[in-house]
């Protein structure tokens, strides 16, 4: 089947990765995930991944420790998320590059926009870690750079609820699920499942973002082929 999209960013938290084991790495649900990637990668989707570091490092985590350190430790962490994610994907055969904000060139290659781009047109999957490379921003903000840098169709959050919602849907059972929202509305309403700078820069270069959950069967699959899943932002 010929995939909607042709190329995509796709956004994996670090909580994500953790499963049900609520830190670290499970190894049962990155398989899940990785299967999804493979099949897409199949359908010919050329796929970019951002991954966050929540399952190892996040903020201050409580301490009073500086917040550029703190930063620096995140991205870190996700250096770890994504070779594993290399690691579980070569397994099945697909080709992975790593690429760093932050220059850590005994595992992984400094993020070269050329290189990627490259990269993702002769089939490998293209995994970028360490963020932006800069403290005080987020991955989210990562991940709407760097769909605008490859000029991706399209901006996809996987996360842990099947889309963006008016409230907390975990402590507002009365919460009401958009279908899709304005750019502009998702910032003025202040809603929080994804960082404002991000939703800006998506708005700037009209990156549209689709957010979804990940524990619907082959989510990620369904959603390269064009199903409707999810939340639109756009």
Not at 20 to 40: P, R, Y
């Amino acid at each position: 089947m010929t995939p909607k999209y042709k190329r995509i960013v796709l956004k994996i938290s670090g909580e994500a990765l953790a499963g049900s084991k609520g830190s670290g790495l499970d190894e049962n649900f990155i398989d899940k995930i990785v299967t999804q990637l493979v099949k897409a990668h199949g359908m010919g989707v050329e796929i970019g991944i951002i991954v966050g570091g929540g399952n190892f490092w996040r903020g201050r985590q409580g301490t009073n420790m500086d917040r550029t350190t703190a930063d620096h430790m995140g991205m870190l962490a996700t250096v770890i998320n994504a070779l594993a994610l290399q690691d579980a994907i070569e397994q099945r055969g697909v080709e992975t590059r790593v690429q760093t904000a932050l220059t850590i060139t005994r595992v992984a290659e400094p993020y070269i926009l050329r290189k990627a781009v490259n990269h993702l047109g002769k089939g490998r999957i293209v995994i970028f870690a360490c963020g932006t490379g800069n403290p005080y921003f987020s991955t989210d903000t990562a991940a709407a750079l760097r769909a605008a840098e490859i000029n991706a169709d399209v901006l996809m959050l996987a996360k842990n609820v099947d889309g963006i919602y008016d409230c907390d849907p975990k402590t507002h059972p009365e919460a009401k699920r958009y279908k899709e929202i304005k750019y502009i509305d998702f910032i003025n309403r202040e809603l929080k499942a994804m960082d404002t700078t991000a939703v800006t820069i998506c708005m700037e270069n009209k990156t549209p973002i689709l957010a979804f959950g990940l524990d619907e069967d082959d989510a990620i699959v369904r959603v390269c082929k064009g199903e409707e899943l999810g939340t639109w932002i756009r």
